[in-house]
């Protein structure tokens, strides 16, 4: 080719580019083009041929063109694009009147509904809401608790150890090794709540699950009393209860009249005394079922004085300081407002149940 077929084959490139009327089209004549054997690859190819005296003239003209080619269908092919999608939505009828998609509004959980509810009570009592890691080490978990490795109470806390074992890290089997750390780092007196989920290795039943829900309460202060801590127990159970039986379905039951406790010794080694408090269950009126073991009773949370080693252990001073301590079974609480008669469906993850706490 020569410098005199130019204006021609750039006029023949013009108009087929501005000639296409679709997509496919343009995708020819860009292969007519600039395909391997298309014309203006042709040209740029031939420049090596041309006669010596043209040849500088023919590779700029050519190179200038090859980029205004390109540019040209980049160009086309945009303006076909907008132009389909103008085409597809002026065809298109809309019917206003039509009920558009309600988005799906998520619920609170159950667990989260109640944990909030304790929060505002016990906050209203002077307490401050802590957040405690759910992978824990052997001392925080057992040692400063007074649960050395060989004592039988590590066997009602099957626990979950984390690899290579020797990191001594696990499963934090209840909320209690949050008791150490709020008196390691919070100046005494003070009082702090740490809800959280907790882990044990154990059979799984209505009543029993392996990942579950407790909120530990620590009061830490200079002449504490058995008979003080009683008095706030009652007193968070009572106000949970009766928060709720408004919202609670059959209300029969759940209503805070209803609501029986017993408190008993227990034996926890990290409090001395211990307590454990039991409620009525409330999904069969105290008359026996699967949830409380046909018992009548549910297991609901323990408590006590802080053990002087524990405190000890924490760095705090036992001339000077003492505590109490409660730890919920949160779980079961929901259970009993709810009338949940199973534990497994409060982590099951259905949503037809979680639905109904709207
Ligand atoms: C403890 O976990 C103690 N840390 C509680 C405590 C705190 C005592 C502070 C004294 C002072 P226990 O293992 O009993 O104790 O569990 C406490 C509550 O958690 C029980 O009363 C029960 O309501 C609940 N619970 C225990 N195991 C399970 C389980 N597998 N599934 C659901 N709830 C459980």
């Known amino acids: 080719m020569t410098l005199n077929d130019l204006p021609s084959l750039e006029l023949d490139a013009f108009t087929a580019i501005e000639a296409a009327l679709d997509e496919a089209t343009l995708r020819d004549v860009e292969v007519q083009l600039l395909g391997k054997k298309g014309s203006v690859t042709g040209l740029v190819k031939s420049v090596a041929e041309a006669p010596k005296e043209e040849r500088a003239e023919l590779g700029k003209r050519s190179n200038l063109l090859k980029k205004a080619v390109t540019e040209a269908i980049d160009a086309r092919r945009s303006h076909l694009r907008d132009a389909a999608i103008r085409r597809e939505l002026d065809d298109r009828t809309f019917d206003i009147t039509l009920p558009g998609t309600v988005p799906a509004a998520g619920t609170l959980h159950p667990l989260t509904l109640v944990q909030e509810r304790l929060e505002e009570i016990v906050t209203a009592m002077g307490f401050t809401v802590l957040d405690y890691p759910e992978v824990e080490d052997e ?151 699967k949830v409380c073991k046909q018992s009548g009773w549910v297991e609901t949370l323990g408590c006590g004085l802080v053990h002087p080693s524990v405190l000890r252990a924490a760095g705090l001073d036992t001339a000077e300081w003492q505590a109490w301590a409660f730890g919920i079974g949160l779980s079961r609480i929901v259970m009993m407002q709810y009338g949940i008669d199973d534990i497994r469906h409060l982590m099951g993850g259905d949503l037809r149940f979680l639905r109904q706490f709207r």
């Open 139 to 289: 001392w925080h978990n057992f040692e400063a608790l007074n649960i050395p490795a060989d004592h039988p109470a590590r066997d009602s806390h099957d626990t979950f150890w984390l690899h290579p074992r020797e990191h001594k890290l696990l499963l934090r089997t209840h909320t209690s090794p949050g008791q150490i750390r709020a008196m390691k780092e919070t100046v005494p007196p003070f009082r702090a709540l740490f809800p959280g989920k907790v882990f044990r290795y154990e059979a799984v039943d209505a009543s029993h699950e392996h990942t579950f829900h407790q909120i530990e309460g620590l009061f830490v202060d200079r002449d504490v009393s058995v008979a003080n801590l009683i008095h706030a127990m009652t007193v968070m159970l009572g106000q949970i209860f009766s928060a709720t039986v408004e919202q609670s379905e059959p209300k029969r039951a759940r209503t805070a009249a209803n609501v029986k406790v017993r408190l008993r010794p227990g034996y926890f080694p990290f409090v001395e005394p211990g307590f454990e408090l039991d409620m009525s269950c409330l999904l069969c009126g105290g008359t026996g079922c």
